[in-house]
């Protein structure tokens, strides 16, 4: 599958706050979100078409006991499956980072599920197209209580105004079973000045109805760059 990249580097996000890890990016989406921070997997889809093997041998390179899949979307490929089946193999804890739209039978420690809220839609004019798609493709109830009944899971809101709280709680409405402690709410931007704004008033919101506050650390610690 096309990979975008494969770096170390340190969570900065979820139950795995501070945890280095291994990050692989597939390159290639079946979501078009205005504010992806990685159009290199997305819009515009870099990299370069790698083996399982050819994968696998740059983790084991790499030496860290924790491996971040991500993108893009990265249940969007079939090779997931011998890939985590690889990792699995080799003792190293797996975290998926996915949007919650596809489902794979494969291995995992950690599904990171960041459902795209209403918020999340491409511009209607500039990308009618897309607009189209995203807003058909983004949210799967049945696919979200697979991954929720078959897998240890996180949930990652990414929140941009006020009105998308109310949405986050219609959203969990649908799903009595997620448990509050693993939702995240996630304040969007790529500047740290931006995401403090937003901090101060999603954080006494995330208190009052329970739910967790989700630091970006890395843009915190690297600023806002590829490879972190």
Known sequence: MRIAEIYPSIQGEGLLTGEPSTFVRASGCNLRCWFCDTPHASWNPEGEDLS???ILGRIELLEVDKVVLTGGEPMLFAEMIPLCEGIRRSGRHI???????????????????????????????????????????????????????????????VIDKRE????????????????????????QGIEQAQLESITQWLKPWSEEHGLQLCHRKQIEWFGFARGT
């Open 52 to 54: 399982v093997a050819e």
């Open 95 to 157: 975290t998926i980072e996915t949007a919650g739209t596809l489902h794979l039978p494969l291995p995992c420690d950690l599904m990171s599920i960041s459902p795209k809220l209403s918020n999340s839609a491409p511009d209607v004019e500039d990308f009618p197209r897309w607009h189209k798609r995203h807003e058909q493709t983004r949210d799967q109830p049945e696919v979200i209580q697979r991954l929720i009944d078959e897998f240890p899971y996180q949930f990652k809101f």
């Open 164 to 187: 998308d709280c109310d949405e986050v709680l219609t959203y969990l409405g649908r799903f009595p079973s997620i448990l509050r402690d693993r939702v995240y709410v996630m304040p």
